[in-house]
């Protein structure tokens, strides 16, 4: 558990180090007295978990807190203060803890084993997939509960990358298939680019980045990472199978040509199933 610390002195910034340091909960801890770049600091850091000593800092650290949160959704914030003062905006920006001056290091450390937990039911998420339904019309689950994209073409794009299987696919492809009847120009790039930007956005807020895969101009998806019906149809799970009704992605028209191959698939399915 890699930690970072802010502050405006850099005596105070010392001695709240020392005291993380000491609670042998942290593998690292650095930390930034000048205010201008800490939060690019901190993003290069690679941390887990910011503390913010509100001492000195403009809004009790809150601007810095709203500015770490929009770059690093994850991260874990705690803020150090002499009062409470912005403690109910503290947490608005879902900070995980507030610890009120004088600190003891049984009390960092006990924030640190409840930040540490979470940390870890996170990496254990992590490991698991998201479940992906192509048979019928397409969507993406997250405990059960469709993810929502904030841009259609977002969800599209993400649909006919789990369509390639894994395979990279470049701009052009895509722009083609999505906007068959315009010119690859810097308009449609602009918006594969926002589309792009949203499905990352999207996956990396319920930890899920890693699924996407960009390379300078070309795109792919980690298949290990997702459960698919399409994909467990054809790996030939009869639960799978059963649950192919003739239609695959069906809001998509482009899908057509996979949406053949099922059903010619299909009918070996049922000539094995009746084998059987």
């Known amino acids: 558990m890699n930690i970072f610390v802010i502050g405006s ?23 930034c007295s000048e205010i201008r770049g800490c939060v690019e600091m901190l993003e290069e850091s690679k941390s887990d978990v910011v503390f913010i000593d509100t001492d000195g800092l403009e809004k009790g650290g809150i601007d810095i807190a709203k500015s770490i949160r929009k770059r690093m959704p994850l991260i874990e914030i705690i803020f150090v203060s002499d009062a409470a003062e912005y403690a109910v905006d503290a947490f608005k920006v879902r900070a995980s803890g507030y610890l009120l001056k004088p600190l003891t290091e049984q009390a960092i450390g006990e924030e640190l084993l409840r930040v540490k937990s979470r940390l870890e039911e996170r990496r254990d998420a992590q490991t698991s997939v998201l479940r992906v339904q192509t048979f019928g019309n397409f969507d993406v689950f997250y ?18 990358l789990v369509d390639r299987q894994g395979t990279e696919v470049n701009m052009q492809e895509i722009a083609a298939v999505l906007w068959p009847n315009c010119e690859y120009d810097h308009t449609i790039l602009n918006l594969i680019h926002a589309s792009i930007s949203d499905i990352r956005n999207t996956l990396r807020q319920i930890g899920y980045e890693g699924i996407l895969i960009k390379e300078r101009n070309v795109l792919s998806i980690n298949t290990d990472r997702i459960s698919c019906d ?5 790996a030939g799970n009869v639960h799978a199978r059963c649950r192919y009704l003739g239609e695959y992605m069906a809001n998509y028209t482009w899908a057509e040509g996979t949406a053949g191959y099922l059903r010619r698939q299909s009918k070996m399915w049922r000539v094995i199933a009746s084998d059987e």
């Open 230 to 234: 399409m994909y467990d149809a054809l």
């Open 143 to 160: 405990n059960g509960i469709p993810l929502h994209f904030r841009r259609t073409r977002s969800k599209e794009i993400f649909a006919y």
């Open 9 to 31: 002195g850099m005596r105070e910034l010392k001695k709240l180090m020392d005291q993380i340091g000491r609670t042998g909960l942290t593998e690292a801890v650095g930390g």
